[in-house]
T-cell receptor
Framework: KAGVTQTPRYLIKTRGQQVTLSCSPI?????VSWYQQTPGQGLQFLFE???????NKGNFPGRFSGRQFSNSRSEMNVSTLELGDSALYLC?????????????FGSGTQLSVL | GDSVTQMEGPVTLSEEAFLTINCTYT??????LFWYVQYPGEGLQLLLK?????DKGSNKGFEATYRKETTSFHLEKGSVQVSDSAVYFC????????????FGKGTKLSVKP
């Protein structure tokens, strides 16, 4: 069974640009969560999608957005990139009925903003 | 708001040594508590969990007990192996199915042969 797949693995952008990251959850998983991981702040919750609806949102500015498609695949978008957005972005999926307690994480997309 | 604090790393141990990684939390209500592990080059994966006070989670020789009186969930292993080298994250979840996982900053463990 394939795991959570995130693409691309690495990205380099410049300030002011926008970026889209993609996440394909494990087959059958309908909930997708996104986290930002940095050395200073650790893992911080961005948002969660379930059945194409945003169910929960963390404390990030509106430049960070996401969506989920009918096949449960998810994308997150960051507009007007800032240097501080450089981070590892992690996607996680979970099975329905597990209360989101057991998350399966992808290996992440490493974003560098220059 | 809810938060998790875990001991700073890195932690370096010799093989077969005893491991303790401290974790304390601040939360309203009765959260579920977790330890996740991130092996080099891999995604985070659930190591163990406990959902109520005095519960003990265990897996792969690791244990942690949910202590409500001290708001702690310390991770222990009696004899570590080189293959246990990884980053360990303590986490909590409040709010039932609507809540999100809140993670500590992680503790890197290196085990030397």
């Amino acid at each position: 069974k394939a795991g959570v797949t995130q693409t691309p693995r690495y990205l380099i952008k410049t300030r002011g640009q926008q970026v889209t990251l993609s996440c394909s959850p494990i087959s059958g998983h309908r909930s997708v969560s996104w986290y930002q991981q940095t050395p200073g702040q650790g893992l911080q919750f961005l948002f969660e999608y379930f059945s194409e609806t945003q169910r929960n949102k963390g404390n990030f500015p509106g430049r960070f957005s996401g969506r989920q498609f009918s096949n449960s695949r998810s994308e997150m978008n960051v507009s007007t990139l800032e240097l501080g957005d450089s981070a590892l972005y992690l996607c996680a999926s979970s099975l329905p009925g597990t209360g989101g307690e057991k998350l399966f994480f992808g290996s992440g997309t490493q974003l560098s903003v220059l | 708001g809810d938060s998790v604090t875990q001991m700073e790393g890195p932690v370096t141990l010799s093989e077969e040594a005893f491991l303790t990684i401290n974790c304390t939390y601040t939360a309203t209500g009765y959260p579920s508590l977790f330890w996740y592990v991130q092996y080099p080059g891999e995604g985070l994966q659930l190591l163990l969990k406990a959902t109520k006070a005095d519960d003990k989670g265990s897996n792969k020789g690791f244990e942690a007990t949910y202590r409500k009186e001290t708001t702690s969930f310390h991770l222990e292993k009696g004899s570590v192996q080189v293959s246990d080298s990884a980053v360990y994250f303590c986490a909590l979840k409040n709010g039932g199915s609507q809540g999100n996982l809140i993670f500590g900053k992680g503790t890197k463990l290196s085990v030397k042969p």
